[in-house]
């Protein structure tokens, strides 16, 4: 009984909390502006933006509780009209946590689930579907866990699209979505197609967040002393590289800000086929909607 009580107690102790952390939305308007709070999150542990500062958009920024202070200081300074959107970020941090799902042998969509949960799922699928689903192992993390997804296909020379997710750790409600349309593909309308599925492309992070900090976003590996984890995003593993030739849609599912965003992000230009990709995307997501 004792040993179950402590063991209840280091875990807790290990979490990091969000006390009493606020998110504020600013309204920036000048390039100076934009400036001076991206000098104020030099200091990442007690700030971060939620929403990137550029001029004339809503900067969204979470902030420690002891760093307020500094926080209005600035604010008087640079004259950003502001108001606070989140009172206490870790009374939804604690809403997500009660949201995870009991081990339980079907996938409630409900719910958010652990990496062990979501890889016997897609393990399941593959004895259920033997002829049409097959896993795929697309390679290994830092920490040693396998990067697996599932491919879906009917036929052989079907056209092939690429889904994935999970490459921010935090952003819990993208593999609980991707998982969703997987579940949804296979009852309707995933014939036509091949469908490269991996849900969760960053395991050590998402690990991570149900363990110890459920706002880490990066990799779990270490870079010196002080830097641990990248920020995976847009990086191709050799087992993507190896199979570009076989799809023509790839979609990477991110959550809180309600984008779509086409290549290439360091530039503002469209990019060479952007009239293909809005017109493909209308066609396909028209489709998708329709059926779930
Ligand atoms: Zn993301």
């Not at 999150?41 to 509780?65: C, G, R, T, Y």
């Not at 290994?140 to 052989?156: A, C, N, Q």
């Not at 969760?200 to 706002?215: F, I, K, L």
């Amino acid at each position: 009984m004792w040993k179950i009580i402590l063991c209840t107690v280091m875990v807790t102790a290990e979490q990091t909390t969000f006390d009493d952390y606020k998110v504020f939305k600013i309204n920036v308007t000048r390039n100076t502006q934009v400036e001076l709070l991206n000098q104020m999150v030099k200091d990442p542990d007690h700030f971060s933006f939620w929403k990137e500062p550029s001029v004339n958009k809503q900067a969204e920024l979470m902030i420690a509780p002891q760093k307020l202070s500094e926080f209005y200081e600035l604010m008087a300074q640079i004259q950003a009209p502001y108001k606070v959107s989140i009172e206490n970020v870790q009374t939804l941090i604690n809403r997500t946590m009660t949201a995870r799902a009991e081990k339980s042998k079907t996938l409630d969509f409900t719910k958010y689930h652990t990496l062990d949960t979501i890889y016997e799922y897609l393990d399941n699928l593959e004895k259920k579907y033997p002829s049409i689903v097959q896993t795929v192992v697309a390679g290994k993390s830092y920490e040693g866990r396998e990067i697996k997804g599932v491919k879906i296909s009917f036929k052989h020379n079907n056209p092939g699209v690429f889904f994935e997710s999970g490459i921010h750790a935090r952003e819990w409600i993208a593999p609980a979505t991707v998982l969703y349309i997987l579940d949804q593909l296979l009852t309707s309308i995933a014939e036509s197609h091949n469908w490269y599925i991996f849900p969760v492309c960053n395991p050590d992070g998402y690990v991570y967040t149900h363990t110890t900090d459920r706002m880490w976003r990066k990799t779990r590996k270490p870079y010196g002393d002080d830097c641990c984890g990248i920020d995976p995003n847009r990086s191709l593993s050799e087992y993507i590289k190896s199979i570009c030739d076989k799809f023509y849609i790839y979609l990477s599912f991110h959550s809180y800000s309600e984008l779509l965003m086409f290549p290439y992000s360091y530039s503002k230009k469209y990019v060479s086929n952007y009239n293909d990709l809005v017109s493909k995307f209308n066609y396909k997501t028209n489709i998708v909607l329709r059926n779930l």
